[in-house]
């Protein structure tokens, strides 16, 4: 049961342009989103995160919306660089489950040139 | 701050023998995760500790699996009688429990390959 949900396992995206990476989740509890960014041989480094009470956070180049109505958050970035090449995975949490992270599967943003 | 550190970055073993992994937290971080990821997949929580106390194991850590944390401080996983089904990255991630940011910082796992 894949509670957290990344469909597209890949994007490509121009530099300068937007990449929007998306995500969907199932159970209605969760009330905590991060997006974590991953490269090769690396562990996941924490990107940005919302909570539910919220439907937008922006930090920089970067904007998470969640509309919960939907169950549905996304990942903008604007705008693309090069560096932003990498997987990126929707995370969810719920309150006083001690911050156990529930991660979709990823998707892979290559920013071209 | 020296980050999260796991050891060793790659383990090769054959099939029945036993690993041991570590994982050395941020310092000040008094919570400790581990989790793992396969391939094609997000990382799935295994367990988590607070200081030395294991709190909860995923029904995915079978008695094969064991975690210690002595003294709050460094900990292991250690896997027994492995078999092909537990090759995988083995991420660790600690956090310092204050107010409401889960950002756990992750280190750069421990890649398992079962022959």
């Known amino acids: 049961d894949q509670q957290v949900k990344q469909n597209s396992p890949s994007l490509s995206v121009q530099e300068g342009r937007i990449s929007i990476l998306n995500c969907d989740y199932t159970?209605?509890?969760?009330?905590?989103f991060l997006w974590y960014k991953k490269y090769p041989a690396e562990g996941p480094t924490f990107l940005i995160s919302?909570?539910?009470?919220?439907d937008k956070n922006e930090d920089g180049r970067f904007t998470v919306f969640l509309n919960k109505s939907a169950k549905h958050l996304s990942l903008h970035i604007v705008p693309s660089q090069p560096g932003d090449s990498a997987v990126y995975f929707c995370a969810a949490s719920l309150t006083g489950t001690a911050s156990k992270l529930t991660f979709g599967t990823g998707t892979r943003l290559q920013v071209t040139l | 701050d020296t980050g999260v550190s796991q050891d060793p970055r790659h383990k090769i073993t054959k099939r029945g023998q036993n690993v041991t992994f570590r994982c050395d937290p941020i310092?000040?971080?008094?919570?400790l995760y581990w989790y793992r990821q396969t391939l094609g997949q997000g990382p799935e929580f295994l367990t988590y500790?607070?200081?030395?106390?294991?709190?909860?194991k995923s029904r995915l850590l079978s008695d094969r699996f064991s975690a210690e944390r002595p003294k709050g401080s460094f900990s292991t996983l250690e896997i027994q009688r492995t078999e092909q089904g537990d090759s995988a990255m083995y991420l660790c991630?600690?956090?310092?429990?204050?107010?409401?940011?889960?950002?756990?910082?992750f280190g750069s796992g421990t890649r398992l390959t079962v022959v």
């Open positions: 310092s000040e971080h008094n919570r």
């Open positions: 500790f607070q200081n030395e106390a294991q709190l909860e």
């Open positions: 159970n209605s509890m969760f009330d905590y």
């Open positions: 919302i909570s539910s009470i919220k």
């Open positions: 991630a600690s956090r310092v429990v204050r107010g409401l940011n889960y950002g756990y910082t």
